[in-house]
Every structure is written in structure tokens, then in C-alpha cells.
């Protein structure tokens, strides 16, 4: 019986990969990724920005939540090549320096946060209604907050949060939050 | 992660996105949004070689048609949202937009041709578009061709596109019209468990002409003209009565885990009753 040796073969050819450029948080970023990997994959792992999580996968918890060309998306819903060229925004974009986002500085104030795992997609929701609407209903608020999973239920605490955030938008409507 | 060897694919133009469609055929799909195709290839519940997306082609944008307006494929719904007014009866879209489960993220995200091509039975789109007579535009390698939207939903997830052909928008008619909306699902992150899409002609408080399309309640949009319920007024009989005659089309409901047949066939009578109310202001 003969035994023929197993021919290795190049990873490139067996996954197709490819240089991805974009801008996140106001700087340009080049990586090497490959075709099948998800946005969310790309932040994390090849850029280290913890701060977008990854929760269910699916597009159902909102925790992979970043701003893509100035939308609210998410991240686990966009493969990572159909991201070359965009303009991104992660959590830790809001706050590059050192001076929280008006609508953090809500919800900590407020106790919106509790585990914090949630915030990605509580943070990005509230800016997009606030973009839109400085004096929302609790019902507009539950339902712009309606892609978003907490796990810890704190509920009542983000609704206040983005009532505060609404509040302080009033107060000072010349206000520009970062990144809008 | 997916787990295949996936490659992907941005075409210039519609010549080159259909010509790799042709080729790879079961191998290949369109990328629109993305919220529906990227979670199943993560979960493995599709296996493909090639994903091809539209983001590059032009087809990003609502714009005004003789009769009504055109929607390009990769319009989301928060674009459509933005493309105000809503005239006639269009302004059915703009409901069942702005309830889009999911919240902003899916409807940034989220496109209408997307949900038309995937045909889910438990959606808003495919319903809607069938309520207002919408007209879906594909175009295959070499030819071009329109098909209404009643005769292209064929099944549950299953839908009239041939061998390398995709969608390249829907127009819908803005006639004159009162309309109305109602969706039943019983949780916020939930699907659709029944949707009512009522088109109403302006009559004062009669319903003659009215007609209603159920959605998610069979593998099918559902179109009922109401003729046949109307007195000679245009007014409907007692609710019991048309909640009977509403079981009575149905047929084979659609049963999920999220509700049974008998369930959606139900609550079929009163959806419908309540977008018509809300089509008339009531």
C-alpha cells in the first residue's frame, strides 16, 4: 500500500481573506480579515475594543451595537468586508477624551448602567431618538429602546436615563454630541 | 464565527451581481441588510460559498414614479422612513415601518426587498406590498421582468425568482386611499403572529371596494375583497360573523413555534376588524 503525502494547502486559497480599511473612532484602521468574519469579530478581536459585545448573534440582544456611517447598527449582522471604507463609531469613541458622552454621563448618573453589557445598544439607541426627538414619551423611549436585551432588567433605571439625557439636551440645545 | 470558507463579493453593477449569481446558483446569495442571511450562516443553518453584495450597485434610493414611488433594493426602512410624505395609500408602508421589530438598529439595517425575497410568512413586508398591489422588479442575467406582488409569493420562503435573478426594487401605486395597520405579536422582540393591511376607497363610512390583506396567518399574503360581507350600505355584519367568514378563507393556516394554526386562525377575524377600524378613524 502506498501513501501519498498530504499536500498542505495555503490558507489563503482555503479562506478568503482580504485588507479591510476603515475609520473607527476617527482613526484609519487597516486589518486583515477574512470574508466570513463579522464586524463585531473585527472590532474585538483584531482592534481590541471591548466594549462592543457580543451577546446573542442573532440581532436580537443590540449589545454588538456600533454607529456605521452615522446609523445605529448591529455589528454581528454586518460581515466585516461589507464595512471597507465606513465611517464606525464604538462606545469608546464617545469618550476619546476622557470626557464621557452626554447621554453616559445620563445613564450613569441615573443608574442605567448595572452589569453594563447591554450599554452598546441602550447608549446608541437614546442618541438616535435624542437625534431625532429632545422630548420623547416613555413610549417613544421603550420604543426606541425595543432592539435592546438587558439582562439584568433595569429596565425603569435606562428609561429614566434617557429621560435625563433627553432633559440635559433641552437644557443646553447648542450642544453637539460627539459624533453627530 | 461561520464556519465556511465564505467569499465576498461587491459587483459594480447588476450585469456582474447576476452573472455570479448564474454561476454559483444554489452556492451564492444576495446580501441585502443582512439580518436575516448573516445570523443563519453564523448559526450554520445556511452553507454558501459566496454572498454577493448589493451596496455598490445604486440601488439605495426612494424615488417618485408616475403613480406612486419606487424603492431601490437596499433601501432600509429607516431610509424609506426619511423619504416622506407618504401619499394614498402608500402610507401603508410607513406603518408597518415604523413598527419593524427590532428596533432603530434593524431598521437602518434592515431592507424591505430583503423581507420581500425572503418571504417569511411571519413578516410585515410581504403582506403590505400585496394590500397595495405593489409590482416586484427583478432582473436576470440578460432580461429584465415585473411580477406583481400577489403572484410572487409562491410559499412559505419561497418566492417567483429564477435561476440568477434578483430583486432590484418594488414600485407601489399611491392611489387615493384611507388605510390602516394592525399587528398582533406578543412580545416586543416577537415576530408578527397576524397583520392586517386595510385599504379603504374615500367613501364616508362605507366599505364598499374596501379590501384587507392578512399576513403571517397562512404561508401567503391573504387578500379578502370584504363584497361579500358588505350589506347594501357597505357596512360590515356582526363581529362573530365576520370573524367566521375570515376563518372560512383562511385554509391551511400558518403554524409556527410562536403560535399555532388554530391560534392565528383565531385572531385572524379580529385583526382585520381592527385595521379596518383604524382606517377609519375609529
Not at chain 2, 443553518?45 to 406612486?68: F, K, M, N, Q, Y
Request: include cysteine; proline fraction near 5%; charged fraction near 25%.
Amino acid at each position: 500500500m502506498s501513501h501519498t503525502q498530504p499536500t498542505e494547502t495555503p490558507l489563503e486559497d482555503a479562506v478568503p481573506a482580504r485588507e479591510l480599511s476603515m475609520t473607527v473612532n476617527d482613526r484609519l484602521c487597516r486589518v486583515r480579515c477574512e470574508d466570513r468574519h463579522l464586524l463585531v469579530e473585527v472590532l474585538r478581536e483584531q482592534l481590541r475594543l471591548k466594549g462592543t459585545h457580543i451577546g446573542c448573534l442573532n440581532g436580537d440582544c443590540g449589545a454588538c451595537t456600533v454607529e456605521l456611517n452615522g446609523e445605529p447598527v448591529k455589528s454581528c449582522l454586518v460581515l466585516a468586508p461589507a464595512a471597507e471604507g465606513a465611517e464606525i463609531t464604538t462606545l469608546e469613541g464617545l469618550a476619546l477624551d476622557r470626557d464621557l458622552d452626554p447621554v453616559q454621563i445620563a445613564f450613569w448618573e441615573n443608574d442605567g448602567f448595572q452589569c453594563g453589557f447591554c450599554i452598546p445598544g441602550q447608549i446608541f439607541a437614546t442618541r438616535r431618538l435624542l437625534a431625532g426627538n429632545t422630548d420623547p414619551t416613555d413610549a417613544e423611549i421603550r420604543s426606541a429602546l425595543a432592539g435592546n436585551i438587558c439582562r439584568c432588567t433595569g429596565y425603569q433605571t435606562i428609561v429614566e436615563s434617557v429621560r435625563a439625557a433627553a432633559a440635559a439636551r433641552r437644557d443646553a440645545p447648542d450642544h453637539v454630541e460627539k459624533g453627530t | 464565527m461561520i464556519r465556511t470558507a465564505l467569499r465576498y463579493h461587491a459587483p459594480d453593477d447588476l450585469g456582474e451581481a447576476t452573472e455570479l449569481l448564474h454561476t454559483h446558483e444554489e452556492r451564492a446569495a444576495v446580501l441585502g441588510g443582512g439580518t436575516m442571511l448573516v445570523p443563519s450562516l453564523t448559526r450554520g443553518d445556511r452553507d454558501l460559498d459566496h454572498v454577493i453584495d448589493l451596496r455598490r450597485i445604486g440601488l439605495g434610493e426612494v424615488s417618485s414614479t408616475a403613480g406612486g414611488m419606487r424603492i431601490g433594493a437596499s433601501v432600509s426602512y429607516a431610509r424609506l422612513l426619511a423619504a416622506q410624505p407618504f401619499t394614498g395609500a402608500t402610507r401603508l408602508l410607513q406603518l408597518a415601518a415604523e413598527g419593524i421589530t427590532g428596533g432603530p438598529q434593524i431598521r437602518c439595517q434592515g431592507t424591505i426587498c430583503g423581507s420581500v425575497a425572503y418571504a417569511n410568512p411571519s413578516s410585515d413586508v410581504p403582506a403590505v406590498l400585496v394590500a397595495l398591489e405593489a409590482v416586484i422588479h427583478l432582473r436576470g442575467p440578460g432580461h429584465s421582468r415585473a411580477v406583481p406582488a400577489e403572484a410572487f409569493f409562491l410559499d412559505a420562503f419561497t418566492v417567483d425568482l429564477r435561476r440568477g435573478e434578483l430583486l432590484t426594487g418594488v414600485t407601489v401605486g399611491a392611489r387615493s386611499a384611507r388605510v390602516g395597520y394592525y399587528k398582533l405579536k406578543l412580545a416586543e422582540g416577537s415576530w408578527p403572529i397576524a397583520t392586517a393591511s386595510a385599504v379603504v376607497p374615500d367613501a364616508g363610512d362605507s366599505l364598499i371596494g374596501a379590501t384587507v390583506t392578512l399576513g403571517a396567518v397562512s404561508a401567503r399574503p391573504l387578500r379578502l375583497d370584504l363584497a361579500p360581507l358588505l350589506d347594501g350600505h357597505g357596512r360590515l355584519p356582526a363581529a362573530a360573523d365576520v370573524d367566521d367568514w375570515v376563518s372560512a378563507q383562511l385554509g391551511e393556516p400558518w403554524d409556527d413555534e410562536l403560535a399555532p394554526g388554530d391560534y392565528r386562525r383565531m385572531v385572524a377575524g379580529v385583526v382585520l376588524r381592527r385595521a379596518l377600524q383604524r382606517a377609519q378613524g375609529k
